[in-house]
């Protein structure tokens, strides 16, 4: 049917989104009651969060009769969804003053749901822990808002191939049969997840307030810590531990759907899984034997310096424990390489997804092998399921404007001052979602020297890789907006 918007179906979905963000405040609110701090902050921002939501609740009842949530109706509620959370959860860090300006707040909150882990903070330590609580939880609602949003929405709406990378078509089925019940496993896993890498912190020796904003960071691929030295300072089994989290967080969650209903052979058939894994461990080798033999590094701090960074980076989580701005400086432009790789589809990691990067590799295989065999018909497999040329077209759409939409951001900070590796790796790491860049932004510096206006513009970087740009940019058409 044609429509411009169902606004009632907007308004009630946002209201229920501020009633669970309220829910979230008044837990912090408890944090801070017992570390002795001021709930306020809080209280208030839960108060106007709830006040919002009953007016958007009334707004969606007036007249009301039943609606259903078309395509267009998704795409802005998606988009106004993070934006409104985004606002709302810089509130906090505004009224407590740990953030006075108010740019710097939205620009901490945005980064906190949707789990970049970019920082403007100079002194995470001073904080109140209640706001570095709130600071860690936004990840974690982040986190289980991107796996909802890229397995039960995405691939009805058809953006960027979700449809066939996230869910094979008989378990799409049984998603949209039985939603609810799907959307209650993949919380449970991340639930399950959560709780396992907690344990196994506080086995470690880390307090449980550190070790539950590690773990909302880690599984939810963000990169908060309330520490200045990130996981730097902790000891060899506090980083391996985050580490196998990490790799775990960037796992497509559709594979342990799969575990769950014992299907192994289409867990060994994912190709998606073996590239991810092959990537992160040719990658994480490779730095390990620069470290080892330029740097003189002991083997073993080698390794777990490579590994714990190449995977942060490849995961889009931004942890970090060596300054990667110290090591020889092809070391760098690997590290660039790695940020567009990104985790798996259907994961909490962000950036362009190994998927892609698989199916790019065969349609330029393709193309060789077209040239060798002009009349050749070469149809194009992934998981050995034939991948149709409106969703090969779709991905390769994707990684197109992806780099566009790079090099013109870099261009734009450039402009605003920036040396072309901070500009260029800034918006590179905002757009994947990873947290720390290279140049002024490395993983020893933050965002806090940037200019007003580019902050604004990573904001946004955030948002629109985080919702995967089609969603974002489809808004702007004239098309969208017509009946």
Same mark, same amino acid.
């Given at each position: 049917?044609?429509?411009?918007?169902?606004?009632? *179906?907007?308004?009630?979905?946002?209201?229920?989104?501020?009633?669970? +963000?309220?829910?979230?405040?008044?837990?912090?609110?408890?944090?801070?009651?017992? $570390?002795?701090?001021?709930?306020?902050?809080?209280?208030?921002?839960?108060?106007?969060?709830?006040?919002?939501?009953?007016?958007?609740?009334?707004?969606?009842?007036?007249?009301?009769?039943?609606?259903?949530?078309?395509?267009?109706?998704?795409?802005?509620?998606?988009?106004?969804?993070?934006?409104?959370?985004?606002?709302?959860?810089?509130?906090?860090?505004?009224?407590?003053?740990?953030? !006075?300006?108010?740019?710097?707040? +939205?620009?901490?909150?945005?980064?906190? #749901?949707?789990?970049?882990?970019?920082?403007?903070?100079?002194?995470?330590?001073?904080?109140?822990?209640?706001?570095? #609580?709130?600071?860690?939880?936004?990840?974690?609602?982040?986190?289980?808002?991107?796996?909802?949003? +890229?397995?039960?929405?995405?691939?009805?709406?058809?953006?960027?191939?979700?449809?066939? @990378?996230?869910?094979?078509?008989?378990?799409?089925?049984?998603?949209?049969?039985?939603?609810?019940?799907?959307?209650?496993?993949?919380?449970?896993?991340?639930?399950?997840?959560?709780?396992?890498?907690?344990?196994?912190?506080?086995?470690?020796?880390?307090?449980?307030?550190?070790?539950?904003?590690?773990? @909302?960071?880690?599984?939810?691929?963000?990169?908060?810590?309330?520490?200045?030295?990130?996981?730097?300072?902790?000891?060899?089994?506090?980083?391996?531990?985050?580490?196998? $989290?990490?790799?775990?967080?960037?796992?497509? $969650?559709?594979?342990? #759907?799969?575990?769950?209903?014992?299907?192994?052979?289409?867990?060994?058939?994912?190709?998606?899984?073996?590239?991810?894994?092959?990537?992160?461990?040719?990658?994480?080798?490779?730095?390990?034997?620069?470290?080892?033999?330029?740097?003189?590094?002991?083997?073993?701090?080698?390794?777990?310096?490579?590994?714990?960074?190449?995977?942060?980076?490849?995961?889009?989580?931004?942890?970090?424990?060596?300054?990667?701005?110290?090591? !020889?400086?092809?070391?760098?432009?690997?590290?660039?390489?790695?940020?567009?790789?990104?985790?798996?589809?259907?994961?909490?990691?962000?950036?362009?997804?190994?998927?892609?990067?698989?199916?790019?590799?065969?349609?330029?295989?393709?193309?060789?092998?077209?040239?060798?065999? !002009?009349?050749?018909?070469?149809?194009?497999?992934?998981?050995?399921?034939? *991948?149709?040329?409106?969703?090969?077209?779709?991905?390769?759409?994707?990684?197109?404007?992806?780099?566009?939409?790079?090099?013109?951001?870099?261009?734009?900070?450039?402009?605003?001052?920036?040396?072309?590796?901070?500009?260029?790796?800034?918006?590179?790491?905002?757009?994947?979602?990873?947290?720390?860049?290279?140049?002024?932004?490395?993983?020893?510096?933050?965002?806090?020297?940037?200019?007003?206006?580019?902050?604004?513009?990573?904001? #946004?970087?955030?948002?629109?890789?985080?919702?995967?740009?089609?969603?974002?940019?489809?808004?702007?058409?004239?098309?969208?907006?017509?009946?």
């Amino acid at each position: 049917m044609n429509h411009i918007i169902h606004y009632k *179906v907007l308004c009630k979905v946002l209201s229920r989104l501020l009633l669970i +963000v309220g829910m979230a405040l008044l837990i912090c609110a408890g944090v801070a009651f017992w $570390f002795a701090e001021d709930i306020l902050p809080f209280l208030y921002t839960a108060l106007i969060s709830w006040i919002t939501a009953m007016v958007l609740s009334l707004l969606a009842s007036r007249n009301g009769h039943e609606m259903h949530l078309h395509k267009k109706d998704t795409y802005l509620t998606v988009t106004l969804s993070w934006i409104t959370v985004g606002i709302i959860g810089c509130l906090p860090y505004l009224f407590s003053g740990a953030i !006075p300006s108010f740019i710097d707040a +939205v620009f901490e909150s945005f980064s906190g #749901f949707t789990t970049t882990g970019s920082s403007i903070l100079t002194d995470i330590e001073s904080l109140p822990k209640s706001v570095l #609580f709130w600071r860690s939880l936004t990840h974690w609602i982040g986190g289980i808002g991107i796996i909802v949003l +890229v397995i039960i929405i995405m691939p009805s709406m058809k953006i960027g191939g979700y449809q066939f @990378f996230t869910l094979e078509s008989s378990l799409q089925d049984r998603v949209h049969l039985r939603i609810r019940s799907v959307g209650f496993l993949l919380l449970m896993i991340y639930l399950v997840l959560t709780f396992a890498e907690v344990v196994l912190l506080l086995i470690g020796g880390m307090n449980l307030f550190e070790s539950l904003c590690h773990a @909302f960071g880690t599984v939810a691929t963000g990169g908060f810590s309330p520490k200045n030295a990130s996981i730097g300072g902790y000891s060899p089994y506090i980083q391996y531990v985050i580490m196998v $989290f990490m790799l775990l967080s960037g796992t497509n $969650f559709v594979i342990y #759907f799969y575990i769950l209903k014992r299907e192994l052979s289409k867990v060994g058939n994912n190709e998606e899984i073996k590239f991810y894994y092959t990537v992160i461990l040719v990658i994480g080798i490779f730095i390990s034997a620069i470290l080892f033999l330029e740097m003189d590094k002991p083997l073993e701090v080698s390794v777990r310096e490579a590994f714990f960074q190449v995977i942060s980076i490849v995961t889009c989580t931004g942890y970090a424990t060596a300054d990667y701005m110290l090591w !020889p400086q092809y070391a760098w432009f690997i590290i660039f390489f790695a940020m567009f790789l990104g985790g798996c589809t259907g994961s909490t990691a962000g950036g362009i997804k190994m998927a892609r990067h698989v199916l790019l590799y065969k349609n330029i295989r393709r193309i060789f092998r077209q040239n060798l065999k !002009p009349h050749a018909i070469l149809p194009l497999h992934l998981n050995k399921i034939q *991948v149709s040329d409106e969703t090969n077209s779709t991905i390769l759409t994707f990684i197109t404007l992806y780099f566009i939409l790079f090099t013109a951001g870099t261009l734009v900070m450039a402009l605003l001052g920036l040396d072309i590796i901070t500009a260029s790796s800034s918006v590179a790491t905002c757009m994947a979602g990873i947290g720390p860049g290279l140049g002024s932004v490395g993983p020893a510096n933050n965002f806090v020297h940037l200019p007003d206006t580019a902050k604004l513009l990573l904001s #946004f970087l955030m948002v629109l890789g985080r919702l995967e740009i089609l969603t974002i940019i489809v808004l702007f058409s004239r098309s969208f907006w017509r009946r």
